[in-house]
């Protein structure tokens, strides 16, 4: 029943992130049915690959099938942002509060603490990334409230809250690397599965979490733009913040 519910939160989790960064993007039509169609096709790889238990234990050997992923993720969002120009000011163009609020869907992170419940994730890396993702969200879902409303904040808290953010994903990576089963530098849960090697929460490290870490790349260039500004209005681009 957990898996069932992960996948249609999952599901639900990417459509939300898609409406709230694509939707509010500005470029053009084309543009944003190119890019929701590169996503649709990662996700489709991963689950064909998930599907046929690619990413199971040793699945390629002493190269971890799932940080693997992750990296190539991560990498490919890099060299978007700093090869294409187009990619980085799309981006920067998205509300701020948008760009804050996706993170409050982060509060689903209390599946992991559900997944440990059940013996399927490891400790100390579920109650980490749990943890840790209730707390950034919901920040979120109240900073975000309160810009949308139109009301000003301090850059300095959103920054401290993006901070923090961050580094809850590279901290939960970095766990669920050292907790990865059949690695010969595998530190926890040597005896405990892991259900992130599985579908549908292998989606998670695969897809949601490079996605996330473009979004505090995104907020932390946008607060370093209007660094000379003592407040933060909703709704500005990054050019009007200063």
């Given at each position: ?93 998205v509300p701020l509060e948008n ?55 301090s850059p300095r808290w959103i ?84």
């Amino acid at each position: 029943m957990l898996d069932l519910i992960g996948a249609l939160g999952t599901g639900a989790l990417a459509a939300l992130n898609v409406a709230a960064i694509l939707g509010f993007a500005a470029i053009s039509r084309s543009a944003k049915v190119t890019t929701a169609v590169f996503a649709l096709l990662w996700v489709a790889v991963l689950v064909a690959i998930g599907a046929l238990g690619g990413f199971a234990s040793r699945s390629l050997g002493l190269v971890p099938a799932l940080p693997l992923a992750f990296a190539l993720a991560v990498a490919a969002a890099l060299v978007a942002w700093n090869a294409a120009p187009a990619f980085r000011r799309a981006l920067l163009s998205v509300p701020l509060e948008n760009l804050i609020a996706a993170n409050g869907l982060r509060v689903f992170g209390v599946f992991f603490l559900l997944l440990y419940a059940q013996q399927r994730l490891p400790a100390p890396f579920a109650q980490s990334a749990g943890i840790g993702d209730i707390i950034t969200g919901l920040e979120a879902l109240y900073i975000a409230a309160r810009l949308t409303s139109g009301r000003r904040f301090s850059p300095r808290w959103i920054a401290a809250w993006n901070a923090f953010g961050a580094l809850d994903l590279v901290v939960a990576v970095s766990l669920g690397v050292v907790s990865t089963p059949g690695l010969p530098f595998q530190l926890f849960g040597a005896s405990a599965p892991n259900a992130l090697t599985s579908l549908p929460w292998l989606l998670v490290p695969a897809m949601l979490v490079p996605f996330y870490l473009l979004t505090h790349l995104t907020i932390a260039t946008r607060l370093a733009s209007s660094r000379t500004s003592e407040r933060v209005t909703a709704g500005r681009p990054a050019t009007a913040l200063i």
